[in-house]
């Protein structure tokens, strides 16, 4: 993969939340175009040297929505519109989560091999669950970046030997083996390692203590950069041991209702300069979703802000503000 800068030492990872382009953004895109839903954001995205999120949705024509058991809310983006991707600058994509299966293996199957033909990288669901455990491998400016994914929603989408489904983990000591065999068989042929995880409870502002135990166990054992997703909610940030864990990133783009405490329409995109031997530097942009589109927060930037060094002071993170930007230094 080319480089998307032109800096020669040092690269910028852009991470999101939450990305959910379904039910009614298929109408927002139709009516705007498929790169409305970025807002201001799309230079950002694009021109960093790798973007990374979490895709929520399956991709797919199908209208057999998963019905095992009562799910409320079923997310695909039509194929059609797959090109909102592109935009982005979209790189890697998350597919360890509760709805790549909202239209069955169907939904799924589709998606990876849309995924695919836009060249778009994803871990966390496959054909198996050899495929699901696969990671994402990237070689940019010389400097080896891989990823692996996880879901500990719905453990029925765990895939098998010969089903397809997500890479599931229990948050427990027997999980915590599982993902450690895959960090000691990835570590010694990468210099970043990154886990991407969705996981946890909707709604918190603050995670679950054997979440921060887990998280601590990972980077323990060898990762780099911990993503956490499915709160709605943004969490707070740790530097621990001079690595970065982003318990929970919130959402990027959706067309959920908003809670008028949780503001679950606030959150950040996450962008992290990095050398081939350690992070650097974490900028968070303060933005917000409002008329189906994610942009740069104005008015709003300083109380997201706020919400962040709050939730963030648990673990002693200190930021420095800057242009309306959080910054977080690495030693």
């Known amino acids: 993969m080319e480089s998307k800068s032109n800096k020669s030492s040092e690269i910028t990872l852009a991470f999101t939340g939450d990305v959910m382009l379904g039910r009614l953004m298929n109408d927002i895109m139709e ?12 230079a950002d995205l694009k021109n960093s040297d790798l973007t990374l999120i979490n895709s929520e949705f399956a991709i797919t024509n199908s209208k057999n929505e998963w019905d095992a058991w009562s799910k409320t809310f079923h997310f695909k983006m039509l194929p059609k519109f797959r090109e909102t991707l592109k935009h982005a600058g979209v790189d890697y994509a998350s597919l ?23 060249k778009i990288k994803h871990t966390g669901a496959g054909q198996n669950l050899r495929k699901a455990k696969k990671p994402a491998i990237f070689n940019i400016k010389k400097i080896k970046i891989g990823v692996l994914s ?14 397809p489904g997500t890479f599931y983990l229990e948050i427990n000591k027997e999980g915590l083996e599982i993902i450690k065999r895959e960090i000691k068989k990835l570590r ?7 886990v991407s995880a969705h996981w946890g409870p909707n709604m918190l502002e603050y995670p679950l203590k054997e979440h921060t135990d887990f998280a601590h166990s990972l980077i323990d054992e060898g990762i780099d950069i911990f993503h956490g997703h499915s709160s709605h909610v943004f969490q707070g940030i740790e530097k621990y041991k001079n690595k970065l864990i982003m318990y929970d990133t919130g959402e990027f783009i959706d067309d959920y209702a908003v809670d008028s405490f949780l503001r679950n329409d606030l959150s950040f995109l996450y962008l992290i300069k990095l050398n081939k031997r350690k992070l650097k530097e974490l900028e968070l942009i303060p933005v917000i979703i409002k008329n189906f589109q994610v942009n740069k927060a104005e008015s709003e930037a300083d109380m997201i802000n706020y919400m962040m060094t709050k939730r963030s002071l648990l673990f002693k993170t200190k930021f420095v503000e800057k242009n309306k930007s959080l910054i977080l230094k690495f030693n």
């Open 31 to 42: 009516q705007k175009g498929t790169a409305y839903v970025w807002g201001d954001l799309i």
């Open 96 to 118: 360890a989560n509760n709805h790549i299966l909202d239209f069955k293996e169907r939904g799924l199957l589709d998606t990876i091999k849309i995924l695919d033909k836009l």
């Open 150 to 163: 996880f879901q500990d929603n719905h453990k029925d989408w765990t895939a098998t030997k010969d089903k």
């Open 188 to 194: 010694p042929k990468v210099d970043i390692l990154i």
